[in-house]
């Protein structure tokens, strides 16, 4: 069996001094792995004890009001340049305490840089950002750390700068670039379970601030609810980040979300909700080769049928077509457009000067 590679370092704060290292995770006090260029490499840090990690960890949170202890042994938190923090302790976790960071990626702040890197072509990009100015009501999906966050980062910054723009978060990461902007985030309870802040709260909060526009980082619960519901009341525009394996997988988890709410509605009626609300799910995935990928942005057309089982209707805009994969192992290919027919928001595009014709003259 080949031996294992190991990534030297002198040491912890060299790793965190890393450029290129864009998640780190600790495994108790003797193991840490770094990912670099999609690739996951155990290094040759290790702690002097399970004390030492713990310090580093505490320090971590020290400056936020997070807490992390013995009667709260998972927590996440943000760091000053915007790395997202998971801690396990020892209490949950047998090798000891479990440090995960999300690095903020430096590299990656335009759409010229999503571009370049592979991400998204540009007539995609053109379109997105026609969606975005026109108040679309926009979800960015997919898996664990396939670069959903920067994705709706970077798009946000096409919101006019006039609009007021609220944001809701479990751990604070977008960091719109606008002027005004509120970020709001959740709190967990005390040690007598009291004083719990959740995202439903905040975004029923946040609807009594004027906001124009509102941001929900991630949708994990019965808040998909209160979003789609906010939408459907004329708060367009709205973005968010939800977790699924494709388009469709995504509006079926939010169905069952909108379920978890409590809400005593037959399914065909949740089924309206989302489609007379949501227009486009922007889907992005990790490659084999550890590269980044938008693969499909699809439109939420409907419910198709009549029957009380009625299927959603969603129609790709554009949608990646692998070519190959190349001796060196890398993924080629390009998000190409494939609809035969303008999306239904074509129109209110038009009416708002923001043509997307030459993005699918070609295809139509």
């Not at 004390?51 to 949170?61: H, R």
């Not at 998909?224 to 939800?242: F, K, S």
């Not at 080769?289 to 499909?296: E, L, N």
Request: aromatic share 6%; glycine share 8%.
């Amino acid at each position: 069996m080949p031996e294992t590679p190991i990534k030297n370092y002198s040491s912890f704060d060299e790793i965190l001094r890393d450029g290129d290292v864009s998640e780190v995770m600790v495994n108790g006090p003797k193991q840490v792995f770094v990912e670099c260029n999609g690739k996951k490499v155990l290094t040759n840090v290790t702690f002097e004890s399970e004390e030492t990690l713990q310090n580093i960890v505490q320090s971590f949170f020290k400056s936020t009001a997070r807490r992390v202890n013995v009667d709260i042994p998972y927590a996440d938190t943000t760091l000053a340049d915007g790395s997202r923090v998971n801690a396990v302790l020892p209490v949950l976790a047998r090798q000891g305490t479990i440090l995960t960071i999300r690095r903020f990626v430096k590299t990656v702040n335009t759409v010229e840089d999503l571009i370049r890197w592979g991400t998204i072509t540009r007539e995609a990009a053109d379109l997105l950002i026609a969606c975005i100015k026109g108040c679309l009501n926009i979800f960015f999906s997919g898996g664990t750390g396939v670069g959903k966050t920067t994705t709706l980062q970077i798009f946000s910054s096409y919101i006019d700068s006039s609009e007021r723009i609220i944001v809701i978060e479990d751990t604070s990461e977008l960091r719109p670039v606008q002027q005004h902007v509120i970020n709001l985030e959740t709190r967990a309870a005390d040690e007598n379970n009291r004083g719990e802040v959740t995202l439903r709260d905040l975004i029923h909060n946040a609807l009594r601030m004027r906001p124009d526009r509102l941001i929900l980082g991630e949708a994990r619960g019965g808040e998909v609810l209160d979003i789609v519901n906010a939408m459907a009341t004329g708060h367009n525009g709205c973005l968010g980040i939800v977790h699924g394996s494709s388009p469709y997988a995504v509006l079926a988890r939010m169905e069952t979300m909108m379920l978890m709410s409590g809400i005593d509605l037959p399914l065909t009626e949740i089924r309206k909700m989302l489609t007379s609300t949501i227009n486009i799910i922007v889907h992005q995935e990790r490659m084999q080769d550890g590269s980044r990928k938008i693969t499909h942005i699809t439109e939420v057309e409907g419910a198709a049928g009549r029957d009380s089982l009625n299927e959603l209707k969603l129609h790709d805009l554009f949608r990646f077509e692998l070519e190959r994969i190349s001796p060196e192992g890398k993924v080629e290919g390009r998000l190409k457009p494939v609809l035969k027919r303008y999306p239904k928001f074509f129109t209110r595009l038009e009416k708002l000067g923001l043509s997307v014709a030459d993005v699918f003259k070609k295809d139509i």
